[in-house]
């Protein structure tokens, strides 16, 4: 026992642990996010960044929606809060992303997404073919149409970590590298145990471990089964000198996206394999993304590729993530897929919440951690 008792430790210091961590502590909570140490195939340094709730609309997942588009109002505060405060300029790409079909059965289907975007009262624009072209004069000459998602963008979620990492500290919490927690423990004492056999006590421990989060023991198996990896390939590419990079837009088709970046790279990404933990790059996830990205812009063939990387992202069964108590003094923030960098501010604000007032908000009642059977 170190002797010092935390109001919340957080296990895990990926986005969302340390997003945490940080509104915690401003609303005066004593914390300690315990980092097992960075680890390469964590899904926070990987993602692309995309702020895409319009874009990534899916049928039939629409409480999920609800929460991704609150979250999105939240961002511009977020962002601002972490750059005035970070000293880190998070780039504003708010131009929007762009759907692109290629060819005539991705515009059928772009076609009902668009219907469907339009019944839910989204902000979508339906472009022509010379429409997405004078937006993008990079794309592809086959472009049929695409749809404008003006309330869309991204950020590099590498500057927001290095951001979060420096407000956390000036708000108090501490951020514990090479912490590993082996055991955790719920009820009126929770505390957590490291490989070291320390053990810290706090008030409340939040499990924010990622795909990791379904393996630390001490959690009921019903939750820390709802939670897998889903591994994700992912590029970056660089104008090769003197060239200007070729797109300005963020795009997306069904197969690959394109986030450019402030300094000239490009990410292009990802494949979403069931592999486990497996976080080998391959030839064939390599080959198929580079193919996509030079369908929709072909001026992509003459960057260079500068990284290949792989992330786990904590998927479970409903695509939705696993928010609240699940016993007393044990919360979960974790289970965010697809979209962990979106959900940040909103998850922050809410389990912040809860640990310092007891309540959590109603825009998180729905993603009760226990909500999936034994
Ligand atoms: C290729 C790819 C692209 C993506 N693109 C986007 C995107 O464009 N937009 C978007 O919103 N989302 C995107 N995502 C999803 C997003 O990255 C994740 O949902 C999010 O990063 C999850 O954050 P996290 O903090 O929960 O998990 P992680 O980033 O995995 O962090 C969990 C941390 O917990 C630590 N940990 C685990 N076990 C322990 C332990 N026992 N003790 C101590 N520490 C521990 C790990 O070391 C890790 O650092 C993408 C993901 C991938 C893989």
Redesign the pocket.
């Known amino acids: 026992m170190d002797g010092v008792r935390y109001d919340s430790i957080i ?7 340390l997003s945490i961590g940080w509104r915690a502590s401003q609303l005066g909570l004593s914390v300690l996010i ?6 390469p195939d ?3 340094a ?7 709730p319009v874009t990534e609309t899916t049928f039939g997942e629409d409480a999920l929606l609800q929460l991704n588009l609150e979250s999105a109002r939240r961002w511009k505060g977020f962002a601002e809060e972490l750059s005035f405060a970070g000293g880190i300029n998070l780039a504003d790409h708010r131009r929007g992303i762009l759907h692109i079909a290629l060819d005539r059965d991705q515009s059928e289907s772009l076609s009902r997404l668009f219907e469907y975007q339009q019944e839910l009262g989204l902000q979508v624009q339906w472009l022509s073919s010379m429409a997405c072209r004078r937006l993008e004069p990079a794309l592809h000459p086959s472009t049929r149409a695409g749809i404008l998602a003006q309330g869309d963008w ?1 950020v590099d ?1 590498r500057s927001v970590l290095d951001a979060l990492r420096t407000v956390l500290r000036s708000a108090g919490a501490t951020l514990r590298h090479g ?4 055991k955790v423990k719920s009820g009126p004492s929770p505390s957590v145990r490291l490989d070291t056999g320390e053990t810290i006590e706090a008030g409340t421990v939040v499990i ?5 989060s379904g393996q ?1 023991p001490g959690i009921p198996s019903r939750v820390s089964r709802a939670v897998r990896p889903v591994k ?3 590029l970056r590419l660089r104008p090769a000198a003197p060239m200007p990079p070729p797109i300005t837009q963020i795009l997306r088709t069904e197969e690959v996206y394109l986030v450019p970046r402030p300094g000239g790279e490009i990410v292009a ?2 494949t979403v394999e069931e592999k486990g933990f497996d976080t080998a790059a391959t030839a064939g996830g390599v080959f198929e993304l580079l193919r996509a990205a030079g369908e929709l812009v072909p001026g992509i063939r003459e960057m260079e590729l500068v990284e290949v990387k792989a ?4 998927g479970t069964p409903d695509n939705a993530p696993l928010l609240g108590t699940v016993e007393p003094g044990l919360v979960m923030a ?1 289970g ?8 940040a501010p909103v998850t922050a604000d809410g389990i912040a919440e809860l640990l310092a007032k007891g309540d959590l908000p109603a825009e998180l009642a729905g993603f009760d951690p226990r909500r999936f059977q034994e």
């Open positions: 296990v895990g210091g990926g986005i969302i642990g315990l980092e097992k140490g960075d680890p964590a899904a926070s990987a993602a692309a960044g995309m702020l895409a991204a979620p912490a590993v927690v082996t924010a471990a990622g795909p990791w630390i994700g390939q992912i990404g990802a992330g786990l992202r904590p974790t965010h897929f697809r979209n962990g960098v979106l959900l």
